[in-house]
């Protein structure tokens, strides 16, 4: 049986996998350091192993901003690319977590009711 308290850790591990590179994009407005990708990527090995669903959901929200605050019309391309990267994977998250048992269905619920406000 899993632990319903971690159940969100069974989801895929694109988030922790693809965010990192995207999410520094973001944040230079282009071609980000290595040292910006490996600080996200750190940010989120601690998520995975010392966070709770809270915390991760949290992180995913303002990953979601931060990418919609970009225009991809006028945005250039690694940005544009960027965004769509962000979006494409937490909306598969968000999606793969509404199958979870208990209380991650209902936080999945409660992000697509504020998603689509």
Same mark, same amino acid.
């Given at each position: +049986? ?22 520094a994009?973001?944040q230079?407005?282009g ?5 910006? &990708? ?9 998520l &995975?192993l ?10 995913l ?9 970009v ?6 391309v ?7 990267e962000?979006?494409? &994977? ?5 999606a793969l +977590? ?10 999945a619920?409660r992000i ?6």
């Amino acid at each position: +049986m899993l632990n319903r308290r971690r159940e969100w850790l069974s989801i895929t591990p694109e988030p922790e996998r693809l965010l990192p590179r995207a999410i520094a994009t973001l944040q230079a407005g282009g071609t980000p350091s290595q040292q910006a &990708v490996e600080r996200e990527a750190e940010r989120v090995e601690q998520l &995975v192993l010392h966070g709770s669903r809270r915390r991760w959901l949290t992180w995913l929200r303002e990953t979601d901003r931060l990418a919609r605050a970009v225009d991809p019309g006028e945005a250039p391309v690694e940005l544009a690319e960027a965004r769509a990267e962000v979006l494409a &994977v937490i909306g598969n998250h968000d999606a793969l +977590m509404a199958g979870l048992p208990g209380p991650s269905a209902a936080a999945a619920a409660r992000i697509e009711e504020n998603h689509s406000r």
